[in-house]
């Protein structure tokens, strides 16, 4: 019996350490339970910090993207993670070495009035005496001119005027052919029909299209300052002008430059938001894109495009690009994949922002840092790019030179690049993520000396548009749109080309380019024809002189 009671006792006490192990595990779980939720507040909180410092470097930062390359220790760091990886990546730093670092380059020489003010006329004036003081006080003989002396130099703006120019024919008749009731009749003609839409002279048009395409000037403000000058043009007149008169004579050199572009071997593009009103089945506040698309930097004339789409579709660049068979630079948008005879180059200048993103105030020389130290590829590449293009012209010595020196660096990077293991969810993370994903495209670029470092091209060549549409905010109709795409077209080619922008929209509705016209015809009324830019240059130097 006692055997038995002594049993019972063993049996619950074993049963009361089975219990506490249990209540053990279930408490130990619950802990760590907790500690890992902790630990993803934790993560959530350092990711939300990481945000809110991004945005505040966006918000209040520098926007510029020039970078460091003569910090103390950087380039020690770089060569050793570089010499561990090929030897002769060594080169690298010998090639830097040869040209003064960015911080070290010299202020830009301030220019002189005559570099400032070349092309535009001098007149001279100046300041006399009296005639009744032209005596000597002393003896009373005539003062005689012994010379002139410069005093000052000041720029006059000569405001706009306004005219109205009636035309009339003078109309002749035959007297005596009268008499036999067979009149003869001759009228006065100048062989050029009025052909604009609107009762607007060709330089009119264009100084409303210079105005809204080229100082981002919106109609409306537009309207006020020609009731300033005496003119009750409202902005519908305006936008009129500028839609009919675009697609009737602008239209047939933007297909002329489209045709132009998909003949070369490599093209850029890249697209921004556009909100347009009105557009059918679909919402005002639904986004719509301007597209752009140009030549890259092959040496030859530039082209530069601007396309209208209500959609992102890669469809759109597929449409555009048809028949394009070449390199195409671009930033990372899976969109432009779907251009299936398109060589892809990837964007470094992207690839460095979003490094650049992850980098906090204040830790931009901490190179314990992994996206400092993944920056520090990048900055390099940068300046040897700097450094080659300065020093060599020609494309094949441009390919052998990245070859040489940027290729290793590029490996040493993709290399830094596998051993990353960010915290997911973090900006680390998705740095890393966006630059995988364009893995396959980082080297192409060093497969030809023509191909593109970057985009910024593209970039530099949007910019126009992005600034004007901080002003004039959206567009009415896809029509208008489309009409302002392609008169920006006709602005940013005139740009690129160097030329007169509002001479030679001028110029174009002058001599009114229509579809009957072959692509010779239309190369005679390119910006980079020799003959237009002399006819460009002989306006604009009349304009000042009058």
Not at 34 to 46: S, W
Not at 354 to 373: E, F, H, N, R
Not at 483 to 500: C, D, F, L, P, R
């Amino acid at each position: 019996m006692a055997n038995s009671s002594k049993d019972l006792q063993l049996r619950e006490l074993k049963d009361m350490i089975t219990d506490l192990k249990n209540m053990i595990k279930t408490l130990q779980a619950t802990v760590d339970a907790a500690n890992k939720r902790e630990e993803v507040l934790v993560q959530e909180r350092d990711n939300l910090k990481d945000e809110i410092s991004l945005l505040r470097k966006k918000l209040f930062g520098s926007s510029s993207e020039k970078r460091v390359i003569d910090v103390p220790g950087q380039l020690n760091l770089f060569n050793e993670a570089e010499l561990e990886q090929d030897p002769s990546a060594a080169d690298a730093e010998e090639l830097a070495a040869t040209l003064p670092s960015e911080s070290s380059k010299k202020r830009k020489i301030r220019a002189t009035d005559a570099e400032r003010f070349k092309g535009i006329p001098v007149i001279k004036k100046y300041l006399d005496i009296p005639e009744e003081d032209k005596v000597c006080p002393v003896c009373n003989t005539p003062l005689v001119k012994i010379g002139e002396e410069f005093v000052r130099r000041e720029l006059v703006f000569v405001p706009a005027k306004l005219k109205v120019i009636e035309i009339y024919s003078l109309n002749y008749s035959c007297s005596e052919c009268s008499k036999e009731d067979v009149p003869v009749i001759k009228k006065g003609k100048d062989g050029k029909p009025h052909m604009l839409y609107g009762m607007a002279s060709a330089g009119t048009v264009a100084w409303v299209m210079y105005q809204k395409f080229c100082n981002s000037l919106p109609y409306c403000r537009q309207e006020k300052d020609w009731k300033q000058y005496g003119a009750a043009i409202t902005r519908a007149t305006m936008a009129n002008w500028v839609i009919r008169n675009s697609e009737a004579f602008f239209r047939p050199m933007y297909e002329y430059f489209h045709r132009k572009l998909l003949e070369r071997n490599f093209a850029m593009a890249d697209e921004t938001p556009l909100q347009v009103l009105h557009e059918e089945g679909r919402r005002a506040q639904t986004k719509s894109y301007m597209w752009l698309f140009r030549s890259g930097e092959d040496g030859d004339v530039p082209i530069i495009l601007y396309k209208y789409s209500p959609t992102r579709a890669g469809d759109n660049a597929v449409e555009f690009l048809q028949g394009f068979d070449g390199y195409l630079m671009c930033d990372g948008y899976s969109g432009y994949n779907k251009v299936s005879n398109a060589k892809r180059t990837a964007c470094w200048a992207h690839i460095r922002r979003y490094l650049t993103d992850v980098i906090s105030k204040g830790k931009q020389l901490d190179y314990t840092q992994p996206s400092v130290q993944g920056m520090m590829y990048i900055n390099q590449l940068f300046h040897l790019e700097d450094v080659i293009k300065t020093k060599y012209s020609s494309f094949d010595a441009i390919k052998k030179a990245r070859l040489e020196k940027e290729k290793p660096i590029v490996e040493g990077f993709l290399s830094w690049l596998d051993k990353q293991n960010p915290v997911r969810g973090s900006r680390m993370d998705k740095a890393v993520t966006y630059i995988q994903n364009r893995r396959d495209y980082l080297m192409t670029y060093l497969e030809d000396g023509r191909c593109s470092f970057s985009n910024n091209l593209s970039e530099n060549a949007l910019r126009p548009f992005t600034v004007g549409r901080k002003n004039w905010l959206f567009c009415d109709t896809p029509h208008g749109a489309q009409a302002s795409a392609i008169v920006y077209t006709m602005v940013e080619m005139a740009k690129a080309n160097g030329v007169n922008v509002y001479h030679y929209l001028t110029y174009l509705l002058e001599k009114l380019p229509d579809d009957s016209m072959s692509d010779d015809e239309l190369d005679q009324l390119a910006p980079w024809n020799k003959n237009v830019k002399a006819e460009i240059q002989r306006r604009t130097e009349n304009s000042n002189q009058s």
